[in-house]
C-alpha cells in the first residue's frame, strides 16, 4: 500500500541553523510527491512539489526538496533557519489511477526554534 | 494567500445539535476535499468531490452528511456527533483530471470543533 512515512515526530534546531526533514515514501508507480507547512491553527500551505524532470526543487520561503528515487526519499532543506518557521511540516505523495485522486499524508514533523 | 474560505472558524456542538461545516473556494478548481485532522493522528481523508459528484468516502460514519451543491461550495453536515468527533476539520481544493497525475490541493484555515 502507498504511505509516506516522516521518521521524525519533532525537531529543535536554532534559528540561523540548516534544516533537513526527512521523509520516505511508498509507492509502486512514479510517484508525485508535495511538502506542505501548516502554523498553529492553520490549514496547510503548499511548500513544493515534484513531477519530474530536476529532482532538486525549489519552493517557497527559502526551501528546497530533493527526489531521490534510490532512496524513495524526498527530504526537505533550507540553509538557515528562521524563527518564523516553527510549524508543523508534511510530506505528501499523490495516488492516482483511480477513480480519485488523492494525497496521501505522513504524520507529519513539529519543527521548534531556539533563539 | 489561500483562496479556500471556511466558516465557521470555530465551532462548540453537544452531542444532540445539528450544525453545517461552510467551504468555499475561489479558484476555479473543480474537486474539494473533506479532511478531519485529530492530535497526534495522521491527516484522514473522508470525502472527494469532482464536478460536484461524490467520488470518495473514506467509510465516514454516517453522522457526517457532505454536500456540494456546486464546484465551489462543499458543506459538512453534522448531527448526534461524539466527543470523539472533536478535531480540526480541513477543506481543500484542486484542478484535478481523474486519470491524470494529481494536483496540488490547496487547503482552508480549517474548522475547530469541540463536541460536549
Known amino acids: 500500500a502507498q504511505s509516506v512515512t516522516q521518521p521524525d515526530i519533532h525537531i529543535t534546531v536554532s534559528e540561523g541553523a540548516s534544516l533537513e526533514l526527512r521523509c520516505n515514501y511508498s509507492?509502486?508507480?512514479?510517484?508525485?510527491l508535495f511538502w506542505y507547512v501548516q502554523s498553529p491553527g492553520q490549514g496547510l500551505q503548499l511548500l513544493l512539489k515534484y513531477f519530474s524532470g530536476d529532482t532538486l526543487v525549489q519552493g517557497i520561503k527559502g526551501f528546497e526538496a530533493e527526489f531521490k528515487r534510490s532512496q524513495s526519499s524526498f527530504n526537505l532543506r533550507k540553509p538557515s533557519v528562521h524563527w518564523s518557521d516553527a510549524a508543523e511540516y508534511f510530506c505528501?505523495?499523490?495516488?492516482?489511477?483511480?477513480?480519485?485522486?488523492?494525497?496521501?499524508f505522513g504524520t507529519g514533523t513539529l519543527l521548534a526554534v531556539q533563539p | 494567500e489561500t483562496g479556500v474560505t471556511q466558516t465557521p472558524r470555530h465551532l462548540v456542538m453537544g452531542m444532540t445539535n445539528k450544525k453545517s461545516l461552510k467551504c468555499e473556494q475561489h479558484?476555479?478548481?473543480?474537486?474539494m476535499y473533506w479532511y478531519k485532522q485529530s492530535a497526534k493522528k495522521p491527516l484522514e481523508l473522508m470525502f472527494v468531490?469532482?464536478?460536484?459528484?461524490?467520488?470518495e468516502n473514506n467509510s465516514v460514519p454516517s453522522r457526517f452528511s457532505p454536500e456540494c451543491p456546486n464546484s465551489s461550495h462543499l458543506f459538512l453536515h453534522l448531527h448526534t456527533l461524539q466527543p470523539e468527533d472533536s478535531a480540526l476539520y480541513l477543506c481543500a481544493s484542486s484542478q484535478d483530471q481523474v486519470g491524470v497525475y494529481p494536483y496540488e490541493q490547496y487547503f482552508g484555515p480549517g474548522t475547530r470543533l469541540t463536541v460536549t
Open positions: 468531490y469532482n464536478f460536484k459528484e461524490q467520488t
Open positions: 479558484l476555479g478548481h473543480n474537486a
Open positions: 505528501a505523495v499523490g495516488e492516482y489511477g483511480g477513480a480519485t485522486n488523492k494525497l496521501i
Open positions: 509507492y509502486g508507480a512514479t510517484p508525485y
